[in-house]
Protein backbone atom coordinates (compact mmCIF):
# COMPACT_ATOMS: atom_id res chain seq x y z
CA UNK A 1 0.00 0.00 0.00
CA UNK A 2 2.83 2.68 0.82
CA UNK A 3 4.56 2.16 -2.45
CA UNK A 4 0.71 2.46 -4.60
CA UNK A 5 -0.10 5.95 -2.74
CA UNK A 6 4.00 6.69 -3.31
CA UNK A 7 3.34 6.26 -7.02
CA UNK A 8 0.26 8.06 -6.84
CA UNK A 9 1.84 11.21 -5.18
CA UNK A 10 4.47 10.86 -7.69
CA UNK A 11 1.89 11.07 -10.39
CA UNK A 12 -0.19 14.09 -9.06
CA UNK A 13 3.52 15.92 -8.88
CA UNK A 14 4.42 15.43 -12.21
CA UNK A 15 1.15 16.74 -13.54
CA UNK A 16 1.00 19.67 -10.94
CA UNK A 17 4.87 20.24 -12.61
CA UNK A 18 3.26 19.98 -15.85
CA UNK A 19 -0.03 22.23 -15.82
CA UNK A 20 2.78 25.34 -13.99
CA UNK A 21 4.47 25.16 -16.96
CA UNK A 22 1.67 25.58 -18.94
CA UNK A 23 0.32 28.15 -17.14
CA UNK A 24 4.04 30.21 -16.80
CA UNK A 25 4.03 29.93 -20.94
CA UNK A 26 0.54 31.37 -20.97
CA UNK A 27 1.40 33.95 -18.39
CA UNK A 28 4.61 34.84 -19.46
CA UNK A 29 5.54 37.67 -22.06
CA UNK A 30 8.85 39.10 -22.84
CA UNK A 31 9.34 42.98 -22.47
CA UNK A 32 11.57 45.31 -23.97
CA UNK A 33 15.31 45.23 -22.37
CA UNK A 34 17.97 47.29 -24.32
CA UNK A 35 20.30 44.99 -25.77
CA UNK A 36 23.43 46.53 -23.94
CA UNK A 37 25.27 47.94 -26.42
CA UNK A 38 26.76 50.89 -26.67
CA UNK A 39 28.72 52.60 -29.99
CA UNK A 40 32.44 53.12 -29.58
CA UNK A 41 31.65 56.50 -31.62
CA UNK A 42 28.70 57.60 -28.91
CA UNK A 43 31.44 56.69 -26.35
CA UNK A 44 33.93 58.70 -27.40
CA UNK A 45 31.08 61.37 -28.40
CA UNK A 46 30.08 61.18 -25.06
CA UNK A 47 33.57 61.63 -23.55
CA UNK A 48 34.15 64.10 -25.49
CA UNK A 49 30.89 66.21 -23.93
CA UNK A 50 30.49 65.45 -20.38
CA UNK A 51 34.01 65.58 -19.53
CA UNK A 52 34.73 69.21 -20.80
CA UNK A 53 31.02 70.09 -19.23
CA UNK A 54 32.18 68.73 -16.28
CA UNK A 55 34.90 71.16 -15.73
CA UNK A 56 32.95 74.02 -16.68
CA UNK A 57 29.98 73.06 -14.59
CA UNK A 58 32.54 72.28 -11.10
CA UNK A 59 34.55 75.50 -11.61
CA UNK A 60 31.43 77.64 -12.06
CA UNK A 61 29.50 75.24 -8.84
CA UNK A 62 32.67 76.25 -6.85
CA UNK A 63 32.72 79.56 -7.30
CA UNK A 64 28.96 79.99 -6.25
CA UNK A 65 29.47 78.41 -3.26
CA UNK A 66 32.06 80.85 -2.55
CA UNK A 67 30.13 84.03 -3.20
CA UNK A 68 26.77 83.02 -2.06
CA UNK A 69 26.06 84.63 1.58
CA UNK A 70 23.56 82.50 3.02
CA UNK A 71 23.46 78.34 3.84
CA UNK A 72 19.91 77.62 2.20
CA UNK A 73 20.91 79.24 -1.29
CA UNK A 74 23.79 76.93 -1.20
CA UNK A 75 21.74 73.97 -0.70
CA UNK A 76 19.90 74.67 -3.03
CA UNK A 77 22.64 75.28 -5.36
CA UNK A 78 23.65 71.86 -4.60
CA UNK A 79 20.53 70.39 -5.56
CA UNK A 80 20.43 71.93 -9.02
CA UNK A 81 24.46 71.34 -9.40
CA UNK A 82 23.43 67.38 -9.09
CA UNK A 83 20.67 67.71 -11.12
CA UNK A 84 22.18 69.12 -13.91
CA UNK A 85 25.06 66.73 -14.09
CA UNK A 86 22.58 64.00 -14.30
CA UNK A 87 20.12 65.46 -16.83
CA UNK A 88 23.11 66.27 -18.78
CA UNK A 89 24.77 62.91 -18.75
CA UNK A 90 21.29 61.35 -19.36
CA UNK A 91 20.87 63.48 -22.80
CA UNK A 92 23.86 62.85 -23.89
CA UNK A 93 23.72 58.98 -23.58
CA UNK A 94 20.43 59.25 -25.39
CA UNK A 95 21.48 61.33 -28.11
CA UNK A 96 24.63 59.02 -28.58
CA UNK A 97 22.27 56.22 -28.78
CA UNK A 98 23.81 53.86 -25.57
CA UNK A 99 21.58 50.95 -25.04
CA UNK A 100 22.90 50.53 -21.52
CA UNK A 101 21.27 51.50 -18.23
CA UNK A 102 24.71 49.91 -16.34
CA UNK A 103 26.93 52.41 -18.41
CA UNK A 104 24.27 55.36 -18.49
CA UNK A 105 24.51 54.71 -14.90
CA UNK A 106 28.59 54.65 -14.70
CA UNK A 107 28.98 57.80 -17.05
CA UNK A 108 26.53 59.45 -14.53
CA UNK A 109 29.12 58.56 -11.57
CA UNK A 110 32.24 59.60 -13.41
CA UNK A 111 30.96 62.91 -15.03
CA UNK A 112 29.96 63.25 -11.20
CA UNK A 113 33.36 62.40 -9.54
CA UNK A 114 35.18 64.97 -12.26
CA UNK A 115 33.42 67.41 -11.78
CA UNK A 116 32.96 67.73 -7.79
CA UNK A 117 37.22 67.05 -8.14
CA UNK A 118 37.56 70.39 -10.56
CA UNK A 119 35.23 72.17 -7.67
CA UNK A 120 37.77 71.03 -5.07
CA UNK A 121 40.62 72.03 -6.68
CA UNK A 122 39.57 75.40 -7.25
CA UNK A 123 37.94 76.03 -3.93
CA UNK A 124 40.95 77.66 -2.79
CA UNK A 125 41.59 79.77 -6.00
CA UNK A 126 37.79 80.74 -5.52
CA UNK A 127 38.27 81.80 -1.83
CA UNK A 128 41.26 84.06 -2.72
CA UNK A 129 39.43 85.82 -5.32
CA UNK A 130 36.76 86.24 -3.05
CA UNK A 131 39.39 87.79 0.11
CA UNK A 132 42.24 89.52 -2.04
CA UNK A 133 40.69 90.46 -5.49
CA UNK A 134 41.61 88.46 -9.18
CA UNK A 135 45.63 88.16 -8.90
CA UNK A 136 48.49 85.81 -10.17
CA UNK A 137 48.11 83.89 -6.82
CA UNK A 138 44.39 82.80 -7.43
CA UNK A 139 45.60 81.68 -11.27
CA UNK A 140 48.58 79.67 -9.39
CA UNK A 141 46.17 78.28 -6.75
CA UNK A 142 43.74 77.15 -9.59
CA UNK A 143 46.40 75.49 -11.19
CA UNK A 144 48.10 73.59 -8.60
CA UNK A 145 44.70 72.86 -6.87
CA UNK A 146 44.74 69.92 -9.17
CA UNK A 147 47.15 68.26 -7.30
CA UNK A 148 45.78 65.63 -4.92
CA UNK A 149 48.17 66.82 -1.92
CA UNK A 150 46.98 70.24 -2.49
CA UNK A 151 43.30 69.17 -2.17
CA UNK A 152 43.96 67.15 0.87
CA UNK A 153 46.13 70.30 2.50
CA UNK A 154 43.09 72.34 1.82
CA UNK A 155 40.74 70.06 3.41
CA UNK A 156 43.33 70.02 6.61
CA UNK A 157 43.07 73.85 6.63
CA UNK A 158 39.36 73.92 6.84
CA UNK A 159 39.16 71.15 9.66
CA UNK A 160 41.66 73.32 11.64
CA UNK A 161 40.33 76.86 10.78
CA UNK A 162 36.83 76.98 9.37
CA UNK A 163 35.49 79.15 6.66
CA UNK A 164 32.22 79.77 7.81
CA UNK A 165 31.43 81.31 10.77
CA UNK A 166 27.88 81.25 12.60
CA UNK A 167 27.10 82.94 15.37
CA UNK A 168 30.92 84.05 15.75
CA UNK A 169 31.92 79.88 15.53
CA UNK A 170 33.44 78.26 12.74
CA UNK A 171 32.52 75.20 10.89
CA UNK A 172 35.54 73.49 11.64
CA UNK A 173 36.59 70.16 12.60
CA UNK A 174 34.40 66.98 12.07
CA UNK A 175 31.58 69.24 11.80
CA UNK A 176 33.07 70.59 8.22
CA UNK A 177 33.52 66.76 7.85
CA UNK A 178 29.73 65.92 8.35
CA UNK A 179 28.64 69.18 6.14
CA UNK A 180 31.26 67.48 2.99
CA UNK A 181 29.32 64.28 3.50
CA UNK A 182 26.31 65.76 3.18
CA UNK A 183 27.02 67.68 0.24
CA UNK A 184 28.84 65.07 -1.49
CA UNK A 185 25.56 62.80 -1.02
CA UNK A 186 23.37 65.14 -1.82
CA UNK A 187 25.08 65.77 -5.41
CA UNK A 188 25.33 62.07 -6.26
CA UNK A 189 22.03 61.31 -5.29
CA UNK A 190 20.23 64.07 -7.31
CA UNK A 191 22.55 63.34 -10.30
CA UNK A 192 21.66 59.93 -9.80
CA UNK A 193 18.19 60.47 -9.72
CA UNK A 194 17.92 62.91 -12.67
CA UNK A 195 19.69 61.00 -15.15
CA UNK A 196 15.92 59.70 -16.50
CA UNK A 197 16.40 62.33 -18.89
CA UNK A 198 17.53 59.35 -20.02
CA UNK A 199 13.81 58.16 -20.78
CA UNK A 200 12.14 54.75 -21.15
CA UNK A 201 11.93 54.42 -24.73
CA UNK A 202 12.38 51.01 -26.64
CA UNK A 203 15.51 51.33 -29.19
CA UNK A 204 15.08 49.88 -32.92
CA UNK A 205 17.78 47.94 -33.43
CA UNK A 206 17.31 47.84 -37.02
CA UNK A 207 16.78 51.56 -38.25
CA UNK A 208 19.34 52.47 -35.36
CA UNK A 209 17.06 54.66 -33.91
CA UNK A 210 15.11 55.49 -30.82
CA UNK A 211 11.30 55.30 -30.75
CA UNK A 212 9.09 57.92 -30.71
CA UNK A 213 6.61 57.59 -27.50
CA UNK A 214 3.09 58.77 -27.36
CA UNK A 215 2.40 59.97 -23.70
CA UNK A 216 -0.91 59.38 -23.61
CA UNK A 217 -2.39 57.20 -26.40
CA UNK A 218 -5.70 56.89 -24.80
CA UNK A 219 -6.96 57.33 -21.27
CA UNK A 220 -9.39 54.70 -20.52
CA UNK A 221 -12.25 54.92 -18.16
CA UNK A 222 -11.41 51.16 -16.36
CA UNK A 223 -10.21 50.02 -13.48
CA UNK A 224 -6.39 49.14 -13.31
CA UNK A 225 -7.49 46.01 -10.94
CA UNK A 226 -10.15 44.75 -13.58
CA UNK A 227 -9.10 40.73 -13.58
CA UNK A 228 -8.72 41.41 -17.75
CA UNK A 229 -5.45 43.38 -17.39
CA UNK A 230 -3.42 40.21 -16.59
CA UNK A 231 -4.62 38.60 -20.06
CA UNK A 232 -3.87 41.91 -21.97
CA UNK A 233 -0.68 41.77 -19.92
CA UNK A 234 0.53 38.29 -21.18
CA UNK A 235 0.22 39.84 -24.69
CA UNK A 236 -3.87 39.11 -25.26
CA UNK A 237 -4.71 42.10 -26.93
CA UNK A 238 -8.13 41.02 -27.54
CA UNK A 239 -9.39 41.16 -23.70
CA UNK A 240 -9.45 44.88 -24.02
CA UNK A 241 -12.67 44.56 -25.03
CA UNK A 242 -13.48 42.40 -21.76
CA UNK A 243 -12.96 45.52 -19.70
CA UNK A 244 -15.44 47.22 -17.49
CA UNK A 245 -16.02 50.82 -17.29
CA UNK A 246 -14.76 52.20 -13.63
CA UNK A 247 -17.13 53.26 -11.57
CA UNK A 248 -14.39 55.61 -9.80
CA UNK A 249 -14.08 59.01 -12.20
CA UNK A 250 -10.84 59.23 -9.92
CA UNK A 251 -8.79 56.14 -11.64
CA UNK A 252 -8.49 55.11 -15.25
CA UNK A 253 -5.89 53.72 -17.35
CA UNK A 254 -3.99 55.26 -19.47
CA UNK A 255 -2.09 53.79 -22.81
CA UNK A 256 0.99 54.77 -24.37
CA UNK A 257 2.50 53.54 -27.48
CA UNK A 258 6.11 53.90 -28.46
CA UNK A 259 6.68 53.33 -32.28
CA UNK A 260 9.14 53.51 -34.73
CA UNK A 261 9.00 56.09 -37.01
CA UNK A 262 10.94 54.44 -39.76
CA UNK A 263 9.48 50.41 -39.67
CA UNK A 264 6.66 48.65 -38.51
CA UNK A 265 8.42 46.11 -36.83
CA UNK A 266 9.42 47.99 -33.99
CA UNK A 267 5.47 48.82 -31.47
CA UNK A 268 5.92 48.67 -27.69
CA UNK A 269 2.86 49.20 -26.00
CA UNK A 270 2.80 49.96 -22.46
CA UNK A 271 -0.48 50.81 -19.68
CA UNK A 272 0.09 53.05 -17.14
CA UNK A 273 -2.36 53.43 -13.80
CA UNK A 274 -3.82 56.54 -12.62
CA UNK A 275 -4.73 57.87 -9.34
CA UNK A 276 -6.09 61.59 -8.94
CA UNK A 277 -5.61 63.11 -5.43
CA UNK A 278 -5.64 66.10 -3.60
CA UNK A 279 -2.14 67.11 -2.17
CA UNK A 280 -1.75 68.81 0.91
CA UNK A 281 -2.67 72.10 -0.96
CA UNK A 282 -5.62 71.29 -2.28
CA UNK A 283 -4.10 70.96 -5.83
CA UNK A 284 -5.19 67.88 -7.85
CA UNK A 285 -2.01 65.55 -8.54
CA UNK A 286 -2.02 62.15 -10.77
CA UNK A 287 -0.35 58.91 -9.32
CA UNK A 288 1.07 56.82 -11.56
CA UNK A 289 1.90 53.26 -11.65
CA UNK A 290 2.90 50.43 -14.13
CA UNK A 291 0.83 48.01 -14.94
CA UNK A 292 2.82 46.84 -17.90
CA UNK A 293 5.73 48.71 -19.84
CA UNK A 294 6.60 48.07 -23.28
CA UNK A 295 5.05 45.04 -23.72
CA UNK A 296 5.94 44.06 -27.82
CA UNK A 297 3.44 43.76 -30.31
CA UNK A 298 2.48 42.92 -33.93
CA UNK A 299 1.05 45.27 -36.29
CA UNK A 300 -2.08 43.77 -36.42
CA UNK A 301 -2.24 44.39 -32.54
CA UNK A 302 -1.87 47.74 -32.96
CA UNK A 303 -4.69 48.63 -35.14
CA UNK A 304 -6.40 46.44 -33.10
CA UNK A 305 -5.59 48.58 -29.91
CA UNK A 306 -6.00 51.65 -31.99
CA UNK A 307 -9.58 50.57 -33.03
CA UNK A 308 -10.24 49.69 -29.25
CA UNK A 309 -9.30 53.29 -28.63
CA UNK A 310 -11.23 55.19 -30.97
CA UNK A 311 -14.44 53.23 -29.91
CA UNK A 312 -14.11 53.49 -26.15
CA UNK A 313 -13.59 56.91 -27.13
CA UNK A 314 -16.54 57.14 -29.09
CA UNK A 315 -18.61 55.19 -26.49
CA UNK A 316 -17.56 57.55 -24.08
CA UNK A 317 -18.24 60.53 -26.05
CA UNK A 318 -22.04 59.04 -26.21
CA UNK A 319 -22.11 58.54 -22.25
CA UNK A 320 -20.97 62.08 -21.88
CA UNK A 321 -23.61 63.64 -23.49
CA UNK A 322 -26.73 61.36 -22.38
CA UNK A 323 -25.91 62.33 -19.24
CA UNK A 324 -25.39 66.00 -20.32
CA UNK A 325 -28.87 65.37 -21.39
CA UNK A 326 -30.25 64.12 -18.57
CA UNK A 327 -28.83 66.97 -16.41
CA UNK A 328 -30.39 69.36 -18.94
CA UNK A 329 -33.84 67.66 -18.52
CA UNK A 330 -33.74 67.62 -14.97
CA UNK A 331 -32.68 71.69 -15.18
CA UNK A 332 -35.79 72.09 -17.29
CA UNK A 333 -38.13 70.34 -15.12
CA UNK A 334 -37.26 71.49 -12.03
CA UNK A 335 -37.69 75.01 -13.30
CA UNK A 336 -40.96 74.15 -15.07
CA UNK A 337 -42.15 73.47 -11.32
CA UNK A 338 -41.35 76.26 -9.91
CA UNK A 339 -42.87 78.33 -12.88
CA UNK A 340 -46.46 76.43 -11.95
CA UNK A 341 -46.08 77.58 -8.16
CA UNK A 342 -49.40 79.18 -7.64
CA UNK A 343 -49.10 82.93 -6.46
CA UNK A 344 -50.00 84.20 -2.49
CA UNK A 345 -53.17 85.58 -3.84
CA UNK A 346 -54.28 82.50 -5.54
CA UNK A 347 -54.13 80.84 -1.95
CA UNK A 348 -57.77 80.77 -0.32
CA UNK A 349 -58.17 83.89 1.77
CA UNK A 350 -57.58 83.38 5.82
CA UNK A 351 -59.69 83.72 8.62
CA UNK A 352 -59.25 87.52 8.94
CA UNK A 353 -60.26 88.47 5.20
CA UNK A 354 -63.66 86.33 5.29
Known amino acids: MPAILGNDHGEVSERISIMNEVEYSRTAVSRYRHSGRVPVSGLVIAFAVLVPAAVVIGILYSGAVVYL ?6 CLLTLAYGGLLGTLVGWTCRWTKFRSHFFVA ?3 ILTTMVSFYVAWAVHCAWYISSADGFSDDV ?8 DPRSIYGWGQYIFENGLWFKNGKPHDGWEAVAGWIIEAAIV ?25 ETNEMAALPV ?19 RL ?19 CSSSDYLSAVAVKLKLNKD ?8 DL ?5 ISSDQKAEVIEFCDQMAEAQRIMNEAADDEIADLESDQTASIDTVPDDREFPPSQSQR
Not at 192 to 212: H, I, L, M
Not at 283 to 289: A, F, G, H, P, T
Open 188 to 212: FVTAFWARKSYGNAPFCEDCEQWTV
Open 292 to 296: FRSMP
Open 244 to 262: KFSESSTDFVELQLASCPS
Open 223 to 241: SSTDPAWQMVGTGDVAAFR
Open 139 to 146: VNAAIVGF
Open 282 to 289: GELVKKES
Open 106 to 108: GMV
Open 69 to 74: PFLKLR
